[in-house]
Nanobody, 129 residues
Framework: QVQLVESGGGLVQAGGSRRLSCAAS????????MGWFRQPPGKERELVGT????????YYADSVKGRFTISRVNAKNTMYLEMNNLKPEDTAVYYC??????????????????????WGQGTQVTVSS
């Protein structure tokens, strides 16, 4: 019932910045914990970061910590991923995901793909060297 749509992907030079958006519809965006994942070519989908419902606490994978920032604007049913100092290894399809906060009982759960119940279609980010 919840639909998620990512946007903002494209081509960017190494060292540049890009902001991705994830728009939710169909159900109330509020009360959902959310995450960003990415899938590089030929590799498995991996965690980028998460944001909780209520306190907006965030968690980032070591590979992006200090460079990427996750935020959400619940009134707009939108989550963002601000990417700075992009590197060629950041090239991937980026996905947003959501799960009702009532279905989550630990922070560790938010760091695993299987926790999430709704996924967007993905948006391609290509970083040139």
């Amino acid at each position: 019932q919840v639909q998620l749509v990512e946007s903002g992907g494209g081509l960017v030079q190494a060292g540049g910045s890009r902001r991705l958006s994830c728009a939710a519809s169909g159900r109330t965006f509020s009360s959902y914990a959310m995450g960003w994942f990415r899938q590089p070519p030929g590799k498995e989908r991996e965690l980028v970061g998460t944001i909780r419902w209520g306190d907006d606490s965030t968690y980032y994978a070591d590979s992006v910590k200090g460079r990427f920032t996750i935020s959400r604007v619940n009134a707009k049913n939108t989550m963002y991923l601000e990417m700075n100092n992009l590197k060629p290894e950041d090239t991937a399809v980026y996905y947003c995901a959501a799960v009702p906060s009532s279905h989550v009982y630990s922070n560790l759960q938010l760091r695993t793909r299987s926790t999430y119940e709704y996924w967007g279609q993905g948006t391609q980010v290509t970083v040139s060297s």
